[in-house]
């Protein structure tokens, strides 16, 4: 069983900075992929951004320049630096992952489907 527990999340003013971590445990493939999503209210999940067995990093077009993901050396840490933020950016976010060791095209999507999913980690971003 693959768990996913992520931390850093909370309240911030708009053009704040927030480090958004993920730890990943248990049973795990030797190789897979991990990312980040949101959901807001009222919103489709979408997807943020994430990293391919490789390291290689993926991001939606939304957070492009602003967010940074990266992964340590063990691959079992993810994380998200959220620099500049906004307030649509306000939303619950989500670590995920993968056995599949590449990414899928549409990764981002709400249709693309990740196995794994940890409980989330709020965050807010007032104007």
């Known amino acids: 069983r693959w768990q996913l527990v992520e931390s850093g999340g909370g309240s911030v003013e708009s053009g704040g900075s927030l480090l958004l971590s993920c730890v990943l445990s248990?049973?795990?493939?030797?190789?897979?992929?991990m990312g980040w999503f949101r959901q807001a209210p009222g919103k489709l999940h979408e997807g943020v951004a994430a990293?391919?067995?490789?390291?290689?990093?993926r991001y939606a077009d939304a957070v492009k320049g602003r967010f940074i993901i990266s992964q340590d050396s063990t691959k079992r840490t993810l994380t998200l630096q959220m620099n500049n933020l906004k307030p649509e950016d306000t939303a619950r976010y989500y670590c995920?992952?993968?056995?599949?060791?590449?990414?899928?095209?549409?990764?981002?999507?709400?249709?693309?489907?990740?196995?794994?999913r940890g409980q989330g980690t709020q965050v807010t971003v007032s104007s």
């Open positions: 995920v992952a993968d056995s599949a060791p590449d990414l899928g095209p549409r990764w981002y999507s709400s249709t693309y489907f990740w196995p794994h």
């Open positions: 248990g049973d795990v493939d030797a190789s897979y992929s």
């Open positions: 990293v391919d067995d490789a390291g290689r990093p």
